[in-house]
């Protein structure tokens, strides 16, 4: 299966991870290519890399382009900001690609407690993987 990990890039670290854990499994698993740079980033340094991104590099379509033909993203949601299984806005577009595209949604956690935002989750009907990506089939 060809998967797109997605997910703040404040959690690079552990979609790198992810990455690798699905390609030892046998799926074709790929990040965006802005990924590589933040790993081994601060929060601070990784905020204001996110923010070039995203103005200077399109990163938002550079996603979208990659997403074409895949038939899966993985959502790293991990807890930030307070928020437990924090999903942010830019994730939040990506859900909404691939729900578009036909693509199913996995949830590495349960789906956050989001104000304004939760429905629009829970209708895209993600899979919850409750941490085990040997559920991805």
């Given at each position: 299966m060809k998967i797109g990990i997605v997910g703040s890039m404040h959690f690079t670290e552990q979609m790198m991870d992810a990455k690798e854990k699905l390609l030892a499994m046998g799926h074709d698993a790929f990040v965006t290519s802005l990924a590589p740079p933040f790993v081994g980033l601060s929060d601070d340094e990784k905020e204001k890399r996110k923010i070039e991104d995203q103005?200077?590099?399109?990163?938002?379509?550079?996603?979208?382009?990659?997403?074409?033909?895949?038939?899966?993203?993985?959502?790293?949601?991990?807890?930030?900001?307070?928020?437990?299984?924090?999903?942010?806005?830019?994730?939040?577009?990506?859900?909404?690609?691939?729900?578009?595209?036909?693509?199913?949604?996995?949830?590495?956690?349960?789906?956050?407690?989001?104000?304004?935002?939760?429905?629009?989750?829970?209708?895209?009907?993600?899979?919850?993987?409750?941490?085990?990506?040997?559920?991805i089939r």
């Open positions: 103005m200077e590099r399109d990163a938002i379509r550079e996603f979208w382009r990659l997403m074409q033909g895949a038939d899966a993203i993985l959502v790293m949601n991990f807890d930030r900001r307070g928020i437990k299984n924090y999903i942010g806005g830019n994730t939040l577009l990506e859900m909404g690609f691939a729900h578009i595209l036909d693509q199913q949604i996995y949830l590495l956690n349960p789906i956050p407690d989001i104000p304004y935002y939760r429905q629009e989750i829970v209708a895209m009907r993600p899979i919850v993987l409750n941490g085990d990506l040997t559920r």
